[in-house]
């Protein structure tokens, strides 16, 4: 397929229908209404439903029933509209259902405003909802990657019975680039569900279900859900690199549009006679932390820099521990730092040793 | 080569459309390119930008603090972008709708009456079309007839629109290259 110019709201729902999704179920919010009206479109050509629900509670127990009976299927909403929906997606993660859910994230908290922000990172990546769970959380920082990740995303959310969550901006969403489909799968196509409620008839019954009255039973399902995201943090953790190679006088750790910022910057560093690197996680749960220690093992310092006051800088502070010094940039309620801003912040950190 | 272009005016004159065309024609033309608008509460008749960056490399940040290149379609525009655009870049100014020229004198200045060509042209409307014309032919960066392709395969559904289009961008483009000419002459 050849490269098309898409937003990265759109390029992320033709993702989903590329990866065999039928159903979209949603409730609409600024700054990921390309989504939902792309859906609308797209899904009855081909032979999907897209509903509008009543709210976003509704729009997440949609997703948990088509979900137990076999199908996937997605939502999109942004911050605000994603805590209305943390309780089906606790249900979802308890009944161990595959969902993919994509986060357009706005500032906060409350309503807050439309432009970009990370600030929901630790709701992200720390659970969100009630209960012991995690969500497979996944960051990408260019169109096509929101889209490849997107793709992953269903196939991830199927192999882990687990839901997955898509993290960007309005940056992300809003931005146009060159974007290909690479793979394309039908729904006839994808494997079967043998857990799935499809009708018994013929099989013993399935159950989906997050209710265990029997706390020897509840436990036992505890652990194995906390086994499931042991095993995700084995094989399933994704990161990029870039200038880090040769060691550098300040690693920055940043995701999604932040990363972005920081390429411009590194580039912009050799004027100014400053090494900087980039270390960007795709993964934010399970977060690439042996990754990130080779990389900042390599660094004299290290910079965090996101869209909030401060929520992966602790996740980097924890696996630094202290071996080097942790610097900390951030801008919020919808302000986006320059490359230039990055390399006075790193420059700081360098005199003064954070 | 490495660009970044910051394109303003009212919106609903356009602005979001040329960048677009700009970056599509980029994109075709085997270049890195990405489109950010800006999309805060805003209404028709209130404000509109868009920045498109075209590259030989992969792009970092979508979002432009120092433009190579400037085309206003507005006062408000113009009041907003021009101390940002860096030295040696270009501005392409909407004098029938803008009152005064750039206070810059370390930039190419490139003034046009976009809506009066327009108008000549068939419709006011196309006024977008003569700015950015007129910012190929003073800019180079992207192969005008490119352009003209893309606007084609852009307005496919509504045919009508298609000369008048093409020829509003012929147009800005002869202005645009008059004036690089002149410049160049010294």
């Known amino acids: ?354 | 080569m490495y660009n970044e272009i910051v394109m303003a005016g009212f919106g609903g004159q356009g602005v979001l459309l040329i960048g677009k065309l700009l970056a599509y024609a980029g994109m075709k033309a085997g270049r890195e390119v990405t489109w950010m608008p800006s999309y805060g509460p805003e209404m028709r008749g209130g404000t509109c930008n868009c920045t498109v960056v075209l590259s030989d490399r992969p792009i970092g940040s979508p979002i432009s603090k120092r433009p190579h290149g400037l085309v206003v379609l507005n006062l408000p525009s113009l009041d907003k972008f021009e101390d940002a655009v860096r030295p040696g870049g270009v501005i392409v100014v909407n004098t029938s709708l803008i009152n005064r020229l750039p206070r810059r004198s370390d930039v190419a200045v490139v003034p046009v009456a976009a809506n009066e060509v327009a108008m000549e042209v068939g419709t006011g409307k196309a006024a977008n079309m003569v700015a950015l014309g007129a910012f190929l032919g003073a800019a180079g960066l992207v192969d005008v007839a490119a352009v003209s392709t893309v606007l084609e395969e852009t307005f496919a559904a509504r045919p009508k629109l298609v000369g008048i289009n093409k020829e509003a961008l012929r147009r800005g483009f002869e202005i645009g290259q008059e004036h690089a000419a002149v410049a160049a002459a010294g």
């Open chain 1, 1 to 354: 397929m050849a490269k098309k110019l898409m937003k990265g709201c759109e390029a992320i729902g033709e993702a989903a229908v590329q990866a065999g999704c039928r159903l979209f179920f949603g409730y609409p919010i600024t700054p990921q209404n390309e989504i939902p009206e792309y859906m609308s479109a797209r899904m009855p050509m081909v032979g999907g439903t897209f509903v509008q629900a009543e709210s976003e509670v509704a729009a997440s127990n949609m997703l948990y029933g088509a979900a137990g009976a076999g199908c996937r299927v997605f939502t999109s909403s942004s911050s605000p509209g994603i805590s209305l929906m943390m309780e089906g997606l606790s249900y979802i993660a308890g009944a161990e259902l595959p969902v993919v859910i994509i986060n357009i994230m706005r500032g906060g908290p409350g309503l807050g405003g439309i432009l970009p922000s990370q600030s929901d990172y630790f709701q992200a990546t720390k659970g969100g909802g009630h209960g012991d769970y995690r969500a497979l959380v996944l960051a990408p920082s260019t169109v096509q990657e929101a889209a490849d990740l997107v793709q992953d995303a269903f196939d991830l959310a199927d192999r882990y019975r687990n839901p997955v969550l898509v993290l960007g901006d309005g940056l992300i969403g809003q931005m146009m680039e060159p974007v290909e489909f690479k793979r394309s799968v039908k729904p006839e196509e994808l494997p079967e569900k043998p857990w799935a409620t499809t009708g018994c008839a013929g099989r013993k019954p399935n159950v989906i279900n997050s209710l265990f009255l029997d706390p020897e039973k509840l436990e036992a399902h505890n652990w194995a859900l906390h086994a499931k995201y042991l095993e995700m943090a084995k094989k399933e953790k994704r990161h990029e690199t870039y200038q880090v190679d040769d060691g550098c006088d300040v690693l920055v750790v940043a995701y999604g549009t932040v990363a972005r910022i920081t390429k411009t910057a590194i580039d912009q560093a050799k004027e100014r006679g400053l090494r900087l690197g980039l270390f960007r996680p795709i993964t934010l749960f399970p977060y690439p932390s042996e990754a990130l220690w080779a990389a900042a093992e390599k660094s004299k310092a290290v910079l965090v820099s996101e869209l909030s006051t401060g929520q992966m800088v602790e996740d980097v502070r924890a696996v630094v521990a202290g071996r080097r010094p942790v610097g900390f940039y951030g801008r919020v309620g919808g302000m986006v730092m320059g490359p230039d801003e990055l390399l006075d912040e790193a420059e700081k950190l360098l005199r003064t040793g954070a």
